[in-house]
């Protein structure tokens, strides 16, 4: 949490920075030269994360492609809080007129189109390797979520991580239409809830799924702690990165 945040710090340091007319150009040099390395440490403290506070709650299950697993669902979900957080403020008019246009639009659902094919190419690799391995000490993992309440569970899963992100996104022309995209973004982060629930939950109710305060609390604690340090934060500083010299030419993009 400290590499992420700090990370996290200095690239908005850099970005305000910018907005406030210093160093423009040496700022996206130094963000440049800082992306690498934060890409390296995100990737491996990523899998550790996920190893102790997800695959750790079952000690006697394994698998190696469990970071990625899990970093192909946030990557997912970050797109689709991205894309409504994008499409809110344009709607809002905290955006200039213009600024996000349908070409804006396409590109944030053909990269929710394509993550939603990865996490689901990288959910089935790990499936079928338990699958086709049928090795005890492996499969019983994916045994408990396919009988009695998990199995619907499991379906849902799938729908709302892949089936309807893909097939909703897959016509050119819905991912240039903003309500759709709402929907879709809706759908996914409903699924990154689900994902967590299904990775989490079997470990305590072995019978089904329970849903309580105790399930929809925390999660409702942290999105509402995020909406309310994000309008803070634009309360008192501008949407766009207005000192960015790239920014002309991104307001203008084409496909």
């Given amino acids: 949490l400290a590499v992420w945040g700090g990370f996290a710090r200095y690239f908005l340091r850099q970005s305000l920075r910018q907005d406030a007319g210093e160093d423009t150009v040496d700022a996206v040099l130094r963000m440049r030269r800082m992306a690498a390395p934060f890409m390296m440490a995100f990737a491996v403290t990523v899998t550790f994360a996920a190893i102790d506070w997800l695959m750790s709650l079952n000690p006697h299950w394994f698998s190696t492609i469990f970071g990625v697993y899990v970093f192909s669902g946030m990557a997912l979900s970050g797109l689709a809080a991205l894309t409504l957080t994008v499409i809110a403020l344009r709607d809002s008019g905290r955006l200039p007129e213009g600024c996000v246009t349908t070409d804006h639009l396409y590109n944030l659902g053909a ?3 394509g993550f939603s094919a990865f996490w689901a190419y ?11 391995g049928n090795m005890p000490e492996e499969n019983f993992y994916i ?7 998990w199995l619907g569970v499991s379906v849902a899963l799938a729908l709302t991580r892949f089936v309807i992100p893909f097939f909703m996104l897959l016509p050119r022309r819905a991912k240039m239409h903003a309500r759709t995209l709402v929907v879709v973004s809706v759908v996914v982060l409903a699924g990154q809830w689900l994902d967590l629930y299904w990775l989490i939950m079997p470990e305590r109710h072995a019978a089904g799924p329970v849903i309580g305060w105790q399930e929809l609390g925390p999660p409702l604690t942290l999105a509402g702690a995020l909406l309310f340090s994000l309008s803070r934060f634009l309360a008192r500083r501008p949407c766009l990165a207005v000192g960015d010299p790239l920014l002309e030419e991104s307001m203008r993009f084409r496909l």
């Fill in 143 to 149: 045994h408990d979520r396919l009988q009695g309440g």
């Fill in 122 to 132: 990288i959910a089935f690799s790990q499936y079928m390797l338990i699958w086709y």
């Fill in 111 to 113: 990269l929710l189109f």
